[in-house]
């Protein structure tokens, strides 16, 4: 039995209205379907309640399909989905933030020891995934550039003024410094701007030099200088330093400054006129960079194949790993990087 319009009584009907499940043919006739029986077209929200009377009145003429449970099924359907969607989601993501490292045993010293790898000479100290210095740390190997970038902490110390009162240091990362670079060919426009701010290096309403060798030049007759935190070069826990090392800004490259030297993820580079502007925590302390350098000689011998891609230049350097030492082995396996332990995993969530 064929079923027509309800509208125009004339044709088959093709369409159902959303809300009402009236019948129509066409456009015109659905328009005028609203407008007649004053129906918004839009279908009811599917958490409202439906008296039974209205299910039962919503049943075709054979009692064989009803459109209002076909709806409530399908919106069942499609919540079961999503929530199963977030579930799986949510066990990737912990995965990869919360996900420990290390043996059982070893997982207790979580909170002190860590995972490193030496990065172009580097010892770097890696921070857990997750923590906000790790997210942003962007220093890897660029390819077209042939050659290692690095993620720079720039602290600039502010002039004392007279009262003995300070501003806050400005602080701010920047990325992509090449590492053949010297700190101040390094030291991007922001930071510039603010060294004139902080430490007066133009007259009132001159403009920042426009040419990046015009910038370095007048950061070179300030006499700024320039220091960075001293860590043992062997550490393998998670620490902080308040001894700062001054480095020279200007006619070492950024590869010669930190070879054999430790950094927490990327270098941190503290600007102050005076040793007596930086933060009052911090003590400059003399660079012992023979006991590094004596250090690193001994280690030499045994990681030669490994360190080889540290020292060259012209190929992509393979990062050498390390599991996190506990205190009684940390002198006899510094250098090794013979399978980094990745860690348990939260597969047991799954249930």
């Keep these: 039995m064929e079923s027509f319009c309800e509208v ?6 093709k369409y159902k209205c959303p809300r009402c499940f009236k019948k129509t043919c066409s456009l015109p006739c659905s328009q005028k379907h609203k407008t007649q ?28 399909s009803n459109l209002l449970v076909q709806r409530d099924y399908q919106f069942l359907n499609k919540l079961k989905r999503s929530l199963e969607v977030d579930m799986r989601d949510g066990r990737l993501i912990n995965k990869k933030v919360l996900q420990p490292y290390g043996s059982y045993a070893k ?25 906000q210095r790790s997210l942003m740390n962007k220093s890897k190997w660029d390819k077209p550039l042939d050659l290692f970038v690095w993620s720079i902490e720039w602290v600039l110390c502010p002039k004392k003024k007279k009262d003995k009162t300070t501003e806050e240091p400005f602080k701010h990362v ?3 410094i ?8 390094g030291m991007g426009k922001i930071i510039c701007e603010k060294c004139y701010e902080f430490y007066n290096l133009a007259e009132e309403g001159e403009p920042l030099p426009e040419t990046k060798a015009e910038r370095t030049q007048r950061l070179i007759d300030s006499g700024l200088k320039f ?22 800004a200007r006619h070492k490259s950024i590869a010669e400054l930190f070879k054999n030297r430790t950094v ?65 082995t940390a002198a006899e396996s510094d250098g090794d990087s013979d399978g980094y332990d990745p860690g348990v995993t939260l597969d047991f969530l799954a249930g």
């Design 107 to 131: 997982r207790q010293h979580y909170d002190q020891e860590c995972q490193r790898v030496i990065r172009r000479g580097v010892n770097c100290i890696l921070l857990p995934k997750g923590m």
């Design 227 to 248: 220091y960075t935190k001293w860590f043992p070069y062997n550490v393998v826990r998670i620490m902080d330093s308040k001894k700062l090392i001054e480095l020279d």
């Design 264 to 328: 927490i993820e990327f270098p941190t580079i503290f600007v102050a006129e005076y040793d007596e502007e930086l933060p009052e925590a911090f003590t400059v302390v003399a660079d012992d960079s023979t006991h590094s350098q004596r250090t690193a000689n001994s280690n030499d011998s045994s990681n030669e194949s490994q360190n080889n891609s540290d020292s060259d230049e012209n190929s992509e350097p393979i990062e050498e790993s390390s599991k996190p030492l506990t205190s009684s």
């Design 174 to 176: 920047s990325h992509r």
């Design 178 to 185: 090449k590492e053949t670079d010297s700190l101040l060919e």
């Design 8 to 13: 125009c009584h004339e044709v088959q009907f």
């Design 37 to 64: 029986d004053a129906c918004s077209g839009i279908a009811h929200d599917p958490t409202t309640y439906i008296a039974s009377e209205a299910l039962k009145e919503a049943d075709d003429e054979k009692h064989e």
